[in-house]
């Protein structure tokens, strides 16, 4: 299984972004899919997760509200709609797949992708 993360970028604070990650060589379906975060000097951290039909939803705190998590199982695709941003929010965001679980923990995560970076200017 292969995600690819994009979308990351330069933004001022109260601006918005559009992550997507897509996810290749497995049954999209089978994964819960989430967003992690970590930024620099930090640990990587839960942003927000989607069950695997999508009719679920689970945010960290310090997004909700915010952001919106999102999937299109017939494109293999999530997405992750970053509005009201933050200096803080700033970090390396990552697409993972978990097939247990409910995908806020990253012990269960199966499959990252590469992180891309989001950067929020005050």
């Known amino acids: 299984v292969q995600l690819q993360a994009s979308g990351g970028g330069l933004v001022q604070a109260g601006g918005s972004l559009r992550l997507s990650c897509v996810v290749s060589g497995h049954t999209f379906t089978f994964y819960y899919m989430s967003w992690f975060r970590q930024a620099p000097g930090k640990e990587r951290e839960f942003v927000a997760t989607i069950s695997r039909s999508g009719d679920s939803t689970y945010y960290a705190d310090s997004v909700k509200g915010r952001f919106t998590i999102s999937r299109d199982n017939a494109k293999n695709m999530v997405y992750l709609q970053m509005n009201s941003l933050k200096p803080e929010d700033t970090a390396d965001y990552y697409c993972?797949?978990?097939?247990?679980?409910?995908?806020?923990?990253?012990?269960?995560?199966?499959?990252w992708g590469k992180g891309t970076l989001v950067t929020v200017s005050s």
């Open positions: 993972a797949a978990s097939a247990y679980g409910n995908g806020r923990s990253s012990d269960n995560v199966d499959y």
